[in-house]
């Protein structure tokens, strides 16, 4: 049974900089391609960024491209993200999400989520 448990959201002022964590429990982490999404009220939910199953390659969402860096760590079996120069846009739940690399670039999650952690940027 596959469960994520995502941590670190909280309050942050533009500008600054914040990270997240994401703890996988059970099989396959080290097989498998990771992504964040965000879901901001009113709006749909959005990926963020996803990184494959090595670590080596990662793609992102054009509004936070050099600000935000996803990493993972699999001897831990967890996901980080970490965002910079955060802006007050970047306001949403944020949610780990374990599917497959060729679905993420399709923007198709899988289909395992974590219950989402809260950021809210303020100006």
């Known amino acids: 049974q596959v469960q994520l448990v995502e941590s670190g959201g909280g309050l942050v002022q533009a500008g600054g900089s914040h990270s997240l964590s994401c703890i996988y429990s059970?099989?396959?982490?080290?097989?498998?391609?990771m992504a964040w999404y965000r879901q901001a009220p009113g709006k749909q939910r959005e990926l963020v960024a996803y990184?494959?199953?090595?670590?080596?390659?990662?793609d992102y969402v054009d509004s936070v491209k050099g600000r935000f860096t996803i990493a993972r760590d699999n001897a831990k079996n967890t996901l980080y993200l970490q965002m910079n120069s955060l802006k007050v846009e970047d306001t949403a739940v944020y949610y780990c999400?374990?599917?497959?690399?060729?679905?993420?670039?399709?923007?198709?999650?899988?289909?395992?989520w974590g219950q989402g952690t809260q950021v809210t940027v303020f100006s």
């Open positions: 999400n374990r599917g497959r690399w060729g679905d993420y670039r399709k923007n198709r999650p899988g289909n395992y």
């Open positions: 990184i494959s199953n090595h670590g080596i390659t990662d």
């Open positions: 059970g099989s396959d982490f080290s097989h498998s391609a």
